[in-house]
Nanobody
């Protein structure tokens, strides 16, 4: 199993970023996918979840209405569209899949600062 995140960077408050996570080594379309984030000195927190076919999504209260999780099963990729970014969204963002055990990507840094 391999998960590779991309799309992070430095953005001003109010800006947008789109994260991608390319998956391989498993049947992507069979599994729910998740995005987590971890800010310095804080525990890793669940940001968003999407079911295997993409029909159901769930979000942390802190990002509801600003972030959108989606997936393209033909491309084995899950996305996180982040709008109206705030300084408190600054963190390393990870994608995750649970196949008996949890698998993680290497993470991508998102920094929201003026």
């Amino acid at each position: 199993v391999q998960l590779v995140e991309s799309g992070g960077g430095l953005v001003q408050p109010g800006g947008s970023l789109r994260l991608s996570c390319a998956a391989s080594g498993f049947t992507f379309s069979m599994y729910a996918m998740r995005w987590f984030r971890q800010a310095p000195g804080k525990e890793r927190e669940l940001v968003a979840t999407i079911t295997s076919a993409g029909g159901v999504t769930n979000y942390a209260d802190s990002v509801k209405g600003r972030f959108t999780i989606s997936r393209d099963n033909a491309k084995n990729t899950v996305y996180l569209q982040m709008n109206s970014l705030k300084p408190e969204d600054t963190a390393v963002y990870y994608c995750n899949v649970i196949i008996t055990i949890p698998y993680w990507g290497q993470g991508t840094q998102v920094t929201v600062s003026s």
